[in-house]
C-alpha cells in the first residue's frame, strides 16, 4: 500500500504514524500538516519527531496554518499539551525540514503522478483536503481511498459544541467540501471511538513494554490518559486515530460499515460542525461515506503490541 498520511500531530496521530511506519505492508511516501491539535509549525516538529525516533525518512509538507473560514480555531491543549506531543522532551531536537511545496499542492501533484495509487488517511482537520479538491476537481477521482478520523454519528462529540467531534469542529466547511467531492469516504467517527478503546490494563502493559518506541509512547501519553481518567464517561485508553489508520493498514479490521449518506451542520450556534448521517436514506442523496460502526480492537491492540515491541 501506497499511504499519503494528513495528520495535526497530536498524541494520538504520533501513534498512528507509527503504526504505518512499522507496518511492513505500507509505504509511507508523504506526510502533509495541518493546524488542528496545534499550530501546523508544532505539527511539522512533532511529525519529524516521530520520523527520527522510527529511524524513518518520509518527505513532510507543510500544510493549512487556520481552518478554511477564520474566527473558530482554537488548539486542544488539554489533551495534547502545548506542544502537541503531551510535553516530550526527547534527548535531541529534530533538525527535519519540509519540503517546498505547500501540502495542498503535494497533494494534487502525487495523485497526479499515480492516479488510484494513493490511500490517503487523514487524521486532523480536512482543510488541506478541501484545498486539494479546489486545486484540482479531478483530485478525488484519482485517490485510491480515503480514510479520516472525524465527525459523529449520533451527535456524541467532544467539543463546546457538544454534538460536534474535534477534527470536524476546527474546519467543518472543509468536511462539506471533502464529503461532497468524495464518493466513498471512510469514516472513523468519535462515537466509533468511544465503543473500541483499550483497557487501562492494556494500555499499562503497552506503555510498559520497555522499548525505545514504548518509552516515547508512554512519555507523550501521560498527560493525556491524566486528563482522559478524570471523565467516568471514558471507558479506557481512546484511541482516535491509531483506529483510523489501523482500518487503513488492515480494512480486515473492519467488523460493521454503512455506506451512507453523511454531510454537516454550518450554522447551528451548539452544533456548528456536527456531521449528520442519514441512515434512513430520508434525504434522498447519494450515499458518500462507509460509516464504520464496529471492528476488532483486539486486532488493533496487536498492531499495537508489534509496533511497541
Ligand atoms: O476528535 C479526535 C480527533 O481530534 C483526533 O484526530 C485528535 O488527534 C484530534 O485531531
Ligand atoms: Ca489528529
Given at each position: 500500500?501506497?499511504?499519503?498520511?494528513?495528520?495535526?500531530?497530536?498524541?494520538?496521530?504520533?501513534?498512528?504514524?507509527?503504526?504505518a511506519?512499522?507496518?511492513?505492508?505500507?509505504?509511507?511516501?508523504?506526510?502533509?500538516?495541518?493546524?488542528?491539535?496545534?499550530?501546523?509549525?508544532?505539527?511539522?516538529?512533532?511529525?519529524?519527531?516521530?520520523?527520527?525516533?522510527?529511524?524513518?525518512?518520509?518527505?513532510?509538507?507543510?500544510?493549512?496554518?487556520?481552518?478554511?473560514?477564520?474566527?473558530?480555531?482554537?488548539?486542544?491543549?488539554?489533551?495534547?499539551?502545548?506542544?502537541g506531543?503531551?510535553?516530550?522532551?526527547?534527548?535531541?531536537?529534530?533538525?527535519?525540514?519540509?519540503?517546498?511545496?505547500?501540502?495542498?499542492?503535494?497533494?494534487?501533484?502525487?495523485?497526479?503522478?499515480?492516479?488510484?495509487?494513493?490511500?490517503?488517511?487523514?487524521?486532523?482537520?480536512?482543510?488541506?483536503?478541501?484545498?486539494a479538491?479546489?486545486?484540482?476537481p479531478?483530485?478525488?477521482?484519482?485517490?485510491?481511498?480515503?480514510?479520516?478520523?472525524?465527525?459523529?454519528?449520533?451527535?456524541?462529540?467532544?467539543?463546546?459544541?457538544?454534538?460536534?467531534?474535534?477534527n470536524?469542529?476546527?474546519?467543518?466547511?472543509?468536511?462539506?467540501?471533502?464529503?461532497?467531492a468524495?464518493?466513498?469516504?471512510?469514516?472513523?467517527?468519535?462515537?466509533?471511538?468511544l465503543?473500541?478503546?483499550?483497557?487501562?490494563?492494556?494500555?499499562?502493559?503497552?506503555?510498559?513494554l520497555?522499548?525505545?518506541?514504548?518509552?516515547?509512547?508512554?512519555?507523550?501519553?501521560?498527560?493525556?490518559?491524566?486528563?482522559?481518567?478524570?471523565?467516568?464517561?471514558v471507558?479506557?485508553?481512546?484511541?482516535?486515530?491509531?483506529?483510523?489508520?489501523?482500518?487503513?493498514?488492515?480494512?480486515?479490521?473492519?467488523?460493521?460499515?454503512?455506506?451512507?449518506?453523511?454531510?454537516?451542520?454550518?450554522?447551528?450556534?451548539?452544533?456548528?460542525?456536527?456531521?449528520?448521517?442519514?441512515?434512513m436514506?430520508?434525504?434522498?442523496?447519494?450515499?458518500?461515506?462507509?460509516?464504520?460502526?464496529a471492528?476488532?480492537t483486539?486486532?488493533?491492540?496487536?498492531?499495537?503490541?508489534?509496533m511497541?515491541?
Amino acid at each position: 500500500m501506497r499511504l499519503i498520511i494528513d495528520t495535526d500531530a497530536g498524541v494520538d496521530d504520533a501513534q498512528a504514524i507509527m503504526l504505518a511506519l512499522a507496518h511492513p505492508g505500507v509505504r509511507v511516501e508523504a506526510i502533509t500538516t495541518v493546524t488542528g491539535n496545534v499550530h501546523v509549525d508544532k505539527v511539522v516538529h512533532n511529525v519529524f519527531t516521530v520520523l527520527d525516533l522510527m529511524r524513518a525518512r518520509v518527505p513532510v509538507y507543510r500544510g493549512a496554518d487556520q481552518p478554511l473560514v477564520p474566527g473558530f480555531w482554537e488548539p486542544e491543549e488539554r489533551v495534547h499539551g502545548a506542544d502537541g506531543l503531551g510535553g516530550y522532551r526527547g534527548e535531541r531536537q529534530t533538525r527535519g525540514k519540509t519540503e517546498p511545496e505547500a501540502a495542498a499542492v503535494a497533494l494534487v501533484r502525487l495523485v497526479n503522478q499515480a492516479p488510484g495509487a494513493y490511500t490517503i488517511v487523514a487524521l486532523g482537520p480536512l482543510t488541506n483536503l478541501a484545498l486539494a479538491c479546489r486545486l484540482d476537481p479531478s483530485f478525488p477521482d484519482k485517490v485510491g481511498a480515503l480514510v479520516f478520523m472525524g465527525g459523529t454519528i449520533s451527535a456524541l462529540g467532544n467539543t463546546r459544541n457538544l454534538t460536534a467531534e474535534f477534527n470536524a469542529f476546527c474546519d467543518p466547511e472543509a468536511v462539506l467540501v471533502t464529503l461532497d467531492a468524495f464518493p466513498a469516504a471512510t469514516m472513523l467517527s468519535w462515537e466509533t471511538t468511544l465503543k473500541h478503546s483499550f483497557s487501562w490494563q492494556q494500555y499499562d502493559t503497552l506503555a510498559g513494554l520497555g522499548t525505545p518506541a514504548a518509552d516515547f509512547f508512554h512519555a507523550i501519553t501521560t498527560s493525556t490518559v491524566q486528563f482522559l481518567r478524570q471523565f467516568r464517561q471514558v471507558p479506557g485508553y481512546l484511541l482516535p486515530d491509531p483506529l483510523a489508520m489501523a482500518i487503513t493498514l488492515e480494512p480486515g479490521l473492519i467488523v460493521e460499515s454503512q455506506h451512507l449518506y453523511v454531510t454537516v451542520e454550518l450554522q447551528g450556534m451548539l452544533t456548528r460542525g456536527q456531521t449528520v448521517v442519514d441512515y434512513m436514506g430520508i434525504s434522498q442523496r447519494a450515499p458518500n461515506v462507509h460509516v464504520v460502526t464496529a471492528l476488532n480492537t483486539a486486532g488493533v491492540y496487536d498492531l499495537f503490541y508489534r509496533m511497541l515491541s
